[in-house]
Structures are given as C-alpha cells and as structure tokens.
C-alpha cells in the first residue's frame, strides 16, 4: 500500500462531516480536507468556538468552503437533530470523520446517566453514522472515518460495567471508549460489505498530541513533563490529523483497516497500519457493542 496521499485529485463538489472541528486534531483535519477541496460542515458543540475557528482556517485558506452546525454528541436528541438540519441542508454526505472526544477523569456522567466518555466518544458517534448511512452514495470513495487510540490497547468493554464504577483507573475508561472506537469501525465495515455496499469504514489513531484533550488532567509533574516533552516525542496536532485525511482520502483504503503513525511507539511519524490489540479484533464482542449500541440509542443499522 502507498501511504503518500499523492495526486489527490480536487474533491470539490463533496461533502465532509468533522465532529469536533473547532479545536486540536479537528481543526487541522479540517482545513486538510477543505485544502483538497472539499465543503466541510463543522459540527461542534460549542458555535461560538465553531465560527471562531473557521474564521481561523479562512485566514489561512481565504477560499474553504465551511459551514458549521451544532452537535453536542454526548446528547442523543442533539444527534438526532443535527442529522435532521444535515439532511435538510444538504442532499449528500461523502466523508464522515468521527473525531470528537473527551479525556476525563471525574466519572461525570450524561444527562441520561450515562459515562461520559463512552456516550460521547462512541454512543454519540454510533447514532450518528447509522442516523447519515443513508445519504452516503454507495461507493468506496465514500468514507467513514473514526479516531481511536493508543490507548485502546490496555482496554477491555466491561459489558458489566460501562460506567466504569468499578475500575480504578481513569484511563482505562477512556481506553474503553477508543476500543468502541475502533470496533464499531470493524463492524461496521463488516455490515457493510455483507448487505452489499461498496462505501467503506477504517479507523486510525493520531498518536499523540498536546492537544485540548489533556485539558482535565490534573496539573501536576506527569502533565508537565508531557507538556515539555510533547514536541519532541509527540505529532503535532497537523501530522496528527493525517492518518484521518489518509483515510478519508486514499484510493488504497479498502475498509476494516487500522491506521496510526510508524514512529517511537507510534507517538509520531509517518502513517501506516497501526498496531492493535488482540482483544480489539475479536469479533464476537464487536458484535455484542454492536447489539448494546442500538438498544442504548434505539437506532439499528440501515
Ligand atoms: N491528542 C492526542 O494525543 C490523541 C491521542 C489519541 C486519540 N486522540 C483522539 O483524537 C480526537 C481529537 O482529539 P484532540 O486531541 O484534537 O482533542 P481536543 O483538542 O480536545 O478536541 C476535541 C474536540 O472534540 C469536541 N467535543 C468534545 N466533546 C464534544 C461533544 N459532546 N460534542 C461535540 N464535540 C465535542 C471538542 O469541542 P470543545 O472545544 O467544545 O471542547 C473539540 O472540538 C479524539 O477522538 C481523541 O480521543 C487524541
């Protein structure tokens, strides 16, 4: 496989979805994509942000063609209604980058009780994909992207204990919201090819980036040291975004992949197939998400 986006041709004419557009990695994948020439519809919860920061790539890109639309994706009626408003405006939907996400460290909760992190990172971004299916054309240039991580690796689903109540380590609550992550990207693509659709869903993981994502860690010698190092072991939040614009974008992505920086512990570097861990490639609880999923959202595949 080339993993050089090379003579990418102009996508004017298509449209993206990026969650979380406004800051980190989602800004830099947005003004990536509205530099190969795509109409890139920020969704984001906060529209103050959203205007700021497109406002912020139309100074360094005087001709992206951006609109922003409010998704708050730990809210499932907020979902709801961002696809409705999507679909009103707009009759196709070309790339969807899931790229929205929390790290937190509180066991905060949603409105319906739920962890936030999983209901954000995943339930959010379950609703969402299988509520914008059906304006997706059927062909693989059609894509559905979704953000993992590194720390996914460590991670197990608690069917047991989504809320994370009995696991002592924060991250490893987060770890279970990217594992979701990159098992509904399986799955998903897996649905896909068996009811015959030619559009295609792969995962990738940044890295690591000193990003908003580490706004809640506590400011202590651990958050300074990775402060200090980050620019010389970690991506920048530019190189960062570019395993998802691969994705997105390269005519070599078949689906069911996994893409990640090749560097020191995949901290940083070039994109390639990213490692993952056995637990993440098994089939049978990928399919147990997939069936939890919809009864948390009440929303099923196609
Ligand atoms: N940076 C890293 O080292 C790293 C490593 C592995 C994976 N990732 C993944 O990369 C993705 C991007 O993260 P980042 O590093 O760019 O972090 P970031 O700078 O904090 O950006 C996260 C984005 O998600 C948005 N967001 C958070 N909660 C939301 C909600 N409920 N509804 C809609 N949007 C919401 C944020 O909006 P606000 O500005 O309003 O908060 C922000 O725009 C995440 O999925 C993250 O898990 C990052």
Known sequence: MDFKLKNVPSQKGRIAIVTGANNGIGFETTLG???????????CRNMAKAEKAKADILQKLPNADLDTLQLDLSDLDSVRAFAKNFKDHYSQLDVLINNAGVLIYSGKKNAAGIELQFATNHLGHFLLTNLL????PDYSASRIVALSSLAHK?????????????????EAVYGQ??????MFADELNRRLKK????????????????SGLFTEMSKGFRYYMF????????????????PALFA????????????????????KGKVGFARRSDYSKRKDVAERLWQLSEEMTGQSFL
């Open 33 to 43: 994509m509205a530099q190969y020439g795509f109409k890139v519809v920020m969704a």
């Open 133 to 136: 299916l059906d304006v997706m």
């Open 195 to 210: 009811s015959g659709k030619n559009l295609i869903a792969s995962a990738v993981h940044p890295g690591g980036s000193f």
């Open 227 to 242: 402060k200090t190092l980050s620019p010389l072991l970690l991506n920048s939040n530019t190189a960062a975004a570019k």
């Open 154 to 170: 460590t991670a197990k689903i608690h069917f047991d204990d989504l809320n994370g109540e009995h696991i002592d380590d924060a």
């Open 248 to 267: 997105a974008l390269s005519p070599d992505v078949k689906g069911g992949e996994y893409f990640g920086p090749q560097g020191f512990k995949e901290f």
């Open 177 to 182: 919201s990217k594992l979701a992550n990159l």
